[in-house]
């Protein structure tokens, strides 16, 4: 049985990063307060992206689609993401099915799930995302 001493040790890493304030500070943010990535698909705001108090990472922003536009194919990755359409129309892809939205639309997709979204609108499409990972 290992003695009290070596467990802490064994913690102290994780105690470490626990104990670490979290990297995102208290503020609001308004969109020109944001530097934009201008990208052939469209404007690419982040507006927040790092650790928080309960998150190993959090990235919060959005992208101003271009008509006829994807910012890539439908992809996955290892954070949970949500999105929020506020202008625009366009189709999402997510759990194998594919949905038109438009303003207010949400979307859910899990860890590792495959999602996309596409602007078949004339005008641009403006949606906000917020993806983390425990």
């Given amino acids: 049985m290992p003695k009290r001493r070596q467990l802490l040790a064994l913690a102290a890493p994780f105690a470490l990063f626990a ?6 500070p208290n503020v609001t943010l308004n ?14 705001r982040i507006y927040f992206d790092g650790p928080t108090d309960q ?33 625009g129309s366009g189709e ?3 759990d194998g099915k594919t949905v038109n939205v438009g303003p207010g ?18 005008k641009p499409l403006l949606f906000f995302f917020y993806k983390w990972k425990t």
């Fill in 19 to 24: 104990a670490k304030p979290g990297g995102l």
């Fill in 31 to 44: 969109a020109k307060d944001v530097k934009i990535q201008k990208n052939p698909f469209g404007e690419l």
């Fill in 55 to 87: 998150l190993r990472s959090m990235t919060a922003g959005s992208l101003l689609l271009n008509a006829g536009a994807t910012p890539h194919p439908p992809h996955s990755h290892p954070e949970e993401e949500f999105m929020v359409i506020t202008e």
């Fill in 92 to 94: 999402l892809f997510c």
């Fill in 105 to 122: 639309s949400m979307m859910y997709c899990g860890a590792n799930q495959s999602h996309g979204i596409l602007n078949t609108g004339k």
